[in-house]
C-alpha cells in the first residue's frame, strides 16, 4: 500500500514548531507533498530537509518566505523536476514533481487571490498555464500508462458540498463561478479524478479554516486541499482520511491510501 498525504505548512519551521516532526512518525507516509514552505532552501535545515528516514526535495520560490513546495521521500524516484516551464510561477515555487518508472508524483501550490484584485488576476493567469499542463499530463498518461498523482491546495473549493457557508462566498476568491468552472473542467473534460471525493462523499469535510473568529472551533472550513489523480490509480485508492487531531497549519493533512507499488 502507497500512503501519499499533502500538507499545506503555512510556513515549515512554524509546522516543525507545532508538533510536525512526531506526527510523521505516527502517519507513515511514503510520500509527503508539502506547500508553502515560506522559506529559502538555506533557510531550511538539513534536519527538516531529512527528518527520519525521508529525502527532501525542494522548489522554492524567489521571494523571502513565500510560496514554495517541497516532497519528502522514502524511495528516491528516478529524477525531480521543477516548474511548468512559465517564467511568472516557476519563480514563485509552486511546482514539484518526482517520477519513478510508472508513477509521478507532484506536489503544487496554486496562488491565492484573497488579498486582492492584483492577486486575483495573477490566479487566473496561472489557471490559464495550468489547464494545458495538466491537459499534457493526461495526454501523457493516455499514450503511456504513466500514473499521476498531484497533491495540491488548489485554493479552490468546488462545489457547494468544499465549503460550509457557500451562499455568502460566491463571490469571494477560491469559490468563483470562473474557478469553480475551471476545476470541473479539470475533473469533467480533461478527465482526472477527485479522490478523496470518490472515497468519502460526506459533507463538512475540509482542510483549510480561517485564523477569524472561532472558524476551527465551528469547523466553518473550505476543502481546499485535493488529489487529483489520473483514472488508473484512482481505481486503486482504498482509504482517505483528513487529520484533525493535531493543527500544525491552518490546513489539516490529508492522507490517501492507494494499492499500488513504486518502482
Given at each position: 500500500?502507497?500512503?501519499?498525504?499533502?500538507?499545506?505548512?503555512?510556513?515549515?519551521?512554524?509546522?516543525?514548531?507545532?508538533?510536525?516532526?512526531?506526527?510523521?512518525?505516527?502517519?507513515?507516509?511514503?510520500?509527503?507533498?508539502?506547500?508553502?514552505?515560506?522559506?529559502?532552501?538555506?533557510?531550511?535545515?538539513?534536519?527538516?530537509?531529512?527528518?527520519?528516514?525521508?529525502?527532501?526535495?525542494?522548489?522554492?520560490?524567489?521571494?523571502?518566505?513565500?510560496?514554495?513546495?517541497?516532497?519528502?521521500?522514502?524511495?528516491?524516484?528516478?529524477?525531480?523536476?521543477?516548474?511548468?516551464?512559465?517564467?511568472?510561477?516557476?519563480?514563485?515555487?509552486?511546482?514539484?514533481?518526482?517520477?519513478?518508472?510508472?508513477?509521478?508524483?507532484?506536489?503544487?501550490?496554486?496562488?491565492?487571490?484573497?488579498?486582492?484584485?492584483?492577486?486575483?488576476?495573477?490566479?487566473?493567469?496561472?489557471?490559464?498555464?495550468?489547464?494545458?499542463?495538466?491537459?499534457?499530463?493526461?495526454?501523457?498518461?493516455?499514450?503511456?500508462?504513466?500514473?499521476?498523482?498531484?497533491?495540491?491546495?488548489?485554493?479552490?473549493?468546488?462545489?457547494?458540498?468544499?465549503?460550509?457557508?457557500?451562499?455568502?462566498?460566491?463571490?469571494?476568491?477560491?469559490?468563483?463561478?470562473?474557478?469553480?468552472?475551471?476545476?470541473?473542467?479539470?475533473?469533467?473534460?480533461?478527465?482526472?479524478?477527485?479522490?478523496?471525493?470518490?472515497?468519502?462523499?460526506?459533507?463538512?469535510?475540509y482542510t483549510w479554516w480561517s485564523n477569524r473568529?472561532?472558524?476551527?472551533?465551528?469547523?466553518?472550513?473550505?476543502?481546499?486541499?485535493?488529489?487529483?489523480?489520473?483514472?488508473?490509480?484512482?481505481?486503486?485508492?482504498?482509504?482517505?482520511?483528513?487529520?484533525?487531531?493535531?493543527?500544525?497549519?491552518?490546513?489539516?493533512?490529508?492522507?490517501?491510501?492507494?494499492?499500488?507499488?513504486?518502482?
Amino acid at each position: 500500500m502507497l500512503r501519499i498525504t499533502s500538507l499545506n505548512l503555512n510556513g515549515i519551521r512554524s509546522a516543525y514548531n507545532k508538533g510536525l516532526l512526531d506526527w510523521l512518525k505516527i502517519n507513515q507516509a511514503d510520500i509527503l507533498c508539502l506547500q508553502e514552505l515560506k522559506a529559502h532552501l538555506a533557510d531550511i535545515h538539513d534536519d527538516l530537509q531529512h527528518p527520519l528516514d525521508y529525502n527532501g526535495h525542494f522548489c522554492t520560490a524567489e521571494k523571502k518566505g513565500y510560496s514554495g513546495v517541497g516532497i519528502y521521500l522514502r524511495q528516491q524516484p528516478e529524477r525531480i523536476l521543477r516548474g511548468m516551464a512559465c517564467e511568472e510561477f516557476d519563480s514563485e515555487g509552486r511546482i514539484l514533481r518526482a517520477d519513478w518508472k510508472d508513477i509521478s508524483v507532484i506536489s503544487a501550490y496554486l496562488p491565492s487571490g484573497s488579498s486582492g484584485p492584483e492577486r486575483q488576476e495573477a490566479k487566473f493567469r496561472f489557471l490559464e498555464k495550468f489547464g494545458p499542463w495538466l491537459q499534457n499530463l493526461m495526454d501523457d498518461h493516455k499514450n503511456s500508462g504513466r500514473e499521476y498523482v498531484i497533491c495540491a491546495d488548489w485554493n479552490i473549493a468546488h462545489k457547494e458540498i468544499d465549503l460550509k457557508n457557500w451562499k455568502s462566498n460566491q463571490k469571494n476568491s477560491g469559490f468563483t463561478p470562473e474557478e469553480r468552472a475551471w476545476m470541473t473542467h479539470v475533473i469533467d473534460e480533461i478527465g482526472f479524478v477527485d479522490v478523496f471525493r470518490q472515497l468519502d462523499p460526506r459533507p463538512e469535510q475540509y482542510t483549510w479554516w480561517s485564523n477569524r473568529g472561532q472558524a476551527w472551533a465551528k469547523n466553518v472550513g473550505w476543502r481546499l486541499d485535493y488529489q487529483l489523480t489520473t483514472p488508473g490509480i484512482a481505481a486503486k485508492a482504498r482509504a482517505t482520511s483528513i487529520y484533525k487531531d493535531q493543527r500544525f497549519s491552518d490546513h489539516a493533512p490529508l492522507t490517501i491510501d492507494y494499492d499500488v507499488t513504486l518502482r
